[in-house]
């Protein structure tokens, strides 16, 4: 079964603090994406990469930062957690051409206090 | 608008058929999506329609495609308990497709 794993389930961080989210997907995607979910407001789009070692702004990329040394993984960083980041947040992968749709993994609810 | 935009909330009877709408913004989209999430999971493909289509029909589930009005539903015929969810309508965006654009999310609600 194809799968996109995110490390965390439920993690709480302190204001301030560096926090890692990590993505490992097994399909050779070539797309990754992050994204965080609120409610009223829908998945919003922070980066996303088309291949190793790149990476592109989505629509919401301040206070963020992400890394993809491998195909298969894909971090998103927070160099300084604020309490405005809570939230869930959700990484999906899919083919160059998504036709087919996104994979999502089962999603990180950070809360920062 | 720059949205692709649902209502938050729709509540049917099990048994009824439910139906979710959404207006989405790019008329060039080439493919339009639904997603459904049940709670505590990630978002799972319910769904996609080529913009050359005006109707898919998939088991329960039919998608309606109005290319003028920009208008997507999906119909969910027999709705049952377990399709309480929150179904996302998503739009295929950028010049290549391979980006997407979401909509806020519809809490479809079953009651017995």
């Known amino acids: 079964d194809v799968k996109v794993t995110q490390s965390s389930r439920y993690l709480v961080k302190r204001t301030g603090e560096k926090v890692f989210l990590e993505c490992v997907q097994d399909?050779?995607?070539?797309?990754m994406f992050w994204y965080r979910q609120d409610p009223g407001l829908g998945l919003r789009l922070i980066y996303f990469?088309?291949?190793?070692?790149?990476?592109e702004k989505g629509d919401i990329p301040e206070g963020y930062s992400v890394s993809r040394e491998k195909k298969e993984r894909f971090s998103l960083i927070l160099e300084s957690a604020s309490t405005n980041q809570t939230s869930m947040y959700l990484c999906?992968?899919?083919?160059?051409?998504?036709?087919?749709?996104?994979?999502f993994g089962s999603g990180t609810r950070l809360t920062v206090v | 608008g720059e949205d692709v935009e649902q209502s938050l909330f729709l509540s049917v009877r099990e048994g009824d058929s439910s139906v979710i709408n959404c207006t989405y913004t790019?008329?060039?989209?080439?493919?339009l999506y639904w997603y459904k999430q049940e709670p505590g999971a990630g978002l799972q493909l319910l769904t996609y329609?080529?913009?050359?289509?005006d109707m898919k029909q998939d088991q329960r589930l039919t998608v309606l495609l109005n290319k003028k009005d920009k208008h997507l539903s999906l119909r969910i015929a027999d709705t049952q308990t377990g399709d309480s969810a929150i179904y996302f309508c998503a739009e295929s965006i950028r010049d290549n497709n391979n980006d997407m654009r979401f909509g806020a999310g519809t809490r479809l609600t079953v009651k017995p």
């Open positions: 329609i080529f913009s050359n289509m």
């Open positions: 990469s088309y291949d190793v070692k790149m990476k």
């Open positions: 399909m050779d995607h070539e797309n």
């Open positions: 790019d008329s060039s989209s080439t493919y």
């Open positions: 999906a992968s899919s083919l160059l051409q998504v036709h087919y749709g996104y994979t």
